[in-house]
């Protein structure tokens, strides 16, 4: 059942809210062996609400062991799609019927706002879930052409123990996004969300079984990434590591897996995208769409338009548009229905980002809004929303991923320019174009080096269009979409001899 958007029915669902704080293995809650715990604070004031069962090499030992064991017995590996499909809706009915604590939870761990997780982060996850197992039984292996003599299939196989690592931003769905496809095509599966944000990947494992999927099929380990997730990189009998995150830990995860078993890596990493506007926009609309790329989730978005490359003549114009916008977007507590801007995920995060902003000023960039934190006395990490006028690309503030709210706008005058702009970093996950030139738009999106291009909106589209970056944002990872999907499995060429 969703959550209704009213503050008396947010406050009851807090109050009747029971948290799921163990790990989850081997289809069982289960503290963790060492018995140790860590805090979980709410940003929005800085308090803890629960104690988290702390895993370590032990419980991954354990998680293996029953992944593998649930793998090699073929109680879900080896069950037709189709039967496997039925399991998974139910799931997915299950967190249909959980959707309020399922939003809740990434609202009071990360601090997003209570209206993004009831009307994006909850129903899009189980939407994701959804589509892939509805794919599972419409995909067709193939076979080759050969002679009368030969057949050749082609089939695809589940990998085997998946190992799945998630991030803060958008804990819920981040996990849907690997889980979806990892669990349709047949995998056993261990889930390390991040330390910040545990709870709602403890519920949808808890869900999981009661909708019958098997013991050791579904486990979760919460606990840090330097344990719980090095132990996954450099396990001998883990098949592969889908990730996202950093691009700094996606690189530590390679070398886990040329240090061990050279089990398949998928990253999906970090960005620092480019929204190019074009004199011929229409401003309006850009403005909108501007705003939602910079500064949506507070701008701890991996696809966040943190670079705005904009033609000289409407720049003025269109910050001036942008600004009126952001000063409609009330910022504090996530709980409030009407709030559209809620903290930093944490203090540490918070300081970082307020060091950007330092550098920002120290290095010339005009400050056109925010800057500041704000709303101290609540005990919550929150920064304003912050633009900063006349950057160039050499600045710290338009080169680093901040995962912020800070957006550098760059003026350009050719298109050229500001393709060159646009490319001249070394991440490549999204991108958006503004334009009303048909002939421009597709030139400037084949020129632009990243996975997303979103014309005329700020989008990564429906579930059908993949997601994933270029360059270092990121390694053979796509989300969504019938490639992510077909990423969970291995490819087997199965030749036989005919003749008598
Ligand atoms: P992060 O620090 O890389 O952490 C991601 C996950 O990796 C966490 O679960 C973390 O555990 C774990 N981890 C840390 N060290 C590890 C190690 N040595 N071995 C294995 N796992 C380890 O990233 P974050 O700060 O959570 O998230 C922000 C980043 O994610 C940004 O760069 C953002 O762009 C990127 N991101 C990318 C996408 C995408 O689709 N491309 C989507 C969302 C976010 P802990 O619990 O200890 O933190
Ligand atoms: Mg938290």
């Known amino acids: 059942m969703g959550l209704e958007l009213k503050k008396e029915a947010i406050n009851a669902a807090v109050s009747n809210l029971q948290l799921r704080t163990k790990a989850f293995i081997n289809g069982k809650s289960v503290n963790s062996v060492s018995g140790e715990t860590f805090a979980t604070v709410n940003p929005a004031n800085g308090k803890t609400f629960a104690e988290i069962a702390s895993c370590d090499e032990k419980d991954v030992e354990l998680a293996v062991k029953a992944a593998r064991k649930s793998f090699e017995s073929g109680c879900w590996s080896k069950m037709p799609p189709a039967e496997r499909k039925k399991i998974i809706f139910k799931f997915c009915d299950l967190m249909e019927e959980h959707e309020a604590e399922l939003a809740l939870l990434d609202c009071l761990d990360a601090g997003k706002p209570i209206f993004d997780c009831v009307t994006i982060d909850a129903p899009e996850t189980i939407e994701c879930i959804r589509w892939h197992a509805e794919a599972g039984d419409k995909l067709l292996d193939t076979i080759s052409p050969t002679g009368s003599s030969n057949l050749s299939l082609i089939v695809r196989e589940p990998m085997g123990v998946v190992g799945i690592i998630v991030p803060w931003n958008f804990p819920a769905q981040m996990t849907a996004w690997k889980i979806g496809p990892a669990l349709a095509t047949g995998n056993s599966i261990i889930l390390k969300p991040a330390k910040l944000t545990s709870l709602s990947a403890i519920l949808m494992a808890e869900l999981a079984a009661e909708a019958g999927i098997p013991d050791g099929v579904f486990n979760v380990l919460p606990g840090p990434g330097s344990t719980v997730g ?26 886990y897996s040329s240090q061990s078993n050279l089990k398949r890596i998928i990253l999906e990493l970090g960005g620092k995208s480019p929204q190019v506007v074009m004199a011929d926009a229409d401003l309006d609309i850009t403005a909108e769409n501007a705003v939602s790329a910079a500064f949506w989730n507070m701008g701890e978005n991996c696809s966040c338009g943190s670079r705005l490359i904009v033609h000289k003549s409407v720049k003025d114009e269109l910050v001036k548009k942008m600004v009126k916008i952001l000063k409609t977007w009330p910022v504090g507590d996530p709980l409030d229905p009407d709030t559209r801007f809620g903290p930093m995920v944490e203090e540490p995060h918070m300081e970082k980002v307020l060091s950007y902003i330092e550098a920002g000023k120290a290095e010339g960039a005009e400050l056109v809004m925010g800057g500041n934190r704000v709303l101290e006395e609540t005990g919550g990490y929150f920064i304003e929303p912050t633009i900063f006028d006349e950057c160039n690309n050499k600045m710290k503030i338009a080169a680093e991923e901040i995962f912020g709210p800070v957006l550098s706008v760059i003026p350009f005058e050719t298109e050229e320019e500001a393709v060159a702009i646009a490319n001249d970093t070394e991440y490549g996950l999204a991108s958006s174009l503004y334009t009303r030139n048909v002939n421009a738009a597709h030139r400037i999106a084949r020129a632009i080096r990243a996975g997303t291009v979103s014309v005329n909106c700020f989008s990564e589209g429906d579930m059908g269009a993949p997601f994933g970056g270029f360059k270092e944002s990121g390694f053979f990872g796509r989300d969504k979409s019938i490639y992510a999907h077909y990423q969970y499995t291995e490819m087997k060429a199965i030749w036989m001899n005919l003749e008598d």
């Open 230 to 255: 090095k132990a996954l990189g450099m396990h001998m009998n883990v098949n592969m590591v889908a990730f996202t995150g950093s691009t700094e830990v996606g690189r530590t995860l390679l070398g």
